[in-house]
């Protein structure tokens, strides 16, 4: 277990409705990465956040966004969402400051279906 | 040009094969290399990180760098049906260094 958590595990939703997905690091992490991992494919670089600032952002709209907080936690919100928003969504999180020897540690991710 | 390619299998072979896994990828000035194994419904767990060219040992894992031909590898000997998993081979890059993956290569070891 890496001790990052993620929830709900699964969540069905409508097309342009809005979802909240949350993640948990491990404590000392101040670094967490979101991603998006399609079926068949592999997971998508959204964005980054050390010590709640965005520090990086991958090739996605406006409409997805993201939160840290101070506890380890973290969101990821996407408005208007859209059928190919399907897929699972996964937070990875790691100790330094997103440098390129900075393990990332994966959550179980979260399965979002859009209807 | 995807940044990095990946076979995407499925890949099936009997227990105690040796499995080859391969991915190259397009940018020369990636330095940092990884093995992440994914099982059905779980997030990727990190296997094997390699900086440059070269071999790295872990047990029944070697990877393998080549960057003259862009080119890595995970060979796994001695497969066991517990391999069974989907391998996706990453690297770094970009101004965040953002781990950028392959699509990810489906192995089924049959007892």
């Known amino acids: 277990e890496t001790g990052v958590t993620q929830s709900p595990t699964h969540l069905i939703k409508t097309r342009g409705q809005q979802v909240t997905l949350r993640c948990s690091s491990q404590?000392?992490?101040?670094?967490v990465s979101w991603y998006q991992q399609a079926l068949g494919q592999g997971p998508q670089f959204i964005f980054q956040?050390?010590?709640?600032?965005?520090?990086g952002r991958g090739n996605f709209p406006p409409r997805f966004s993201g939160l840290q907080f101070p506890n380890y936690s973290s969101e990821l919100n996407v408005n208007a969402l859209e059928l190919d928003d399907s897929a699972l969504y996964l937070c990875?999180?790691?100790?330094?400051?997103?440098?390129?020897?900075?393990?990332?540690?994966f959550g179980p991710g979260t399965r979002l279906t859009v209807l | 040009q995807k940044e990095v390619e990946q076979d995407p299998g499925p890949l099936s072979v009997p227990e105690g094969a040796i499995v080859s896994l391969n991915c190259t990828y397009s940018?020369?000035?990636?330095?940092?290399f990884m093995w992440y194994r994914q099982y059905s419904r779980k997030g990727p767990e990190l296997l094997m990180y390699?900086?440059?060219?070269g071999n790295k040992e872990d047990g029944r894992f070697t990877a393998q760098v080549d960057k003259s031909s862009k080119y890595i590898s995970l060979f796994i000997r001695d497969s066991q049906p517990s391999d069974s998993a989907t391998y996706l081979c990453?690297?770094?890059?970009?101004?965040?260094?953002?781990?950028?993956f392959g699509t990810g290569t489906l192995l089924a070891v049959q007892p």
């Open positions: 404590s000392g992490h101040n670094t």
């Open positions: 990453a690297t770094r890059g970009g101004a965040t260094n953002k781990l950028i």
């Open positions: 940018n020369s000035a990636f330095q940092y």
């Open positions: 390699t900086y440059s060219s």
């Open positions: 990875a999180s790691s100790s330094g400051s997103g440098g390129a020897t900075d393990t990332q540690y």
């Open positions: 956040y050390y010590r709640e600032e965005e520090n």
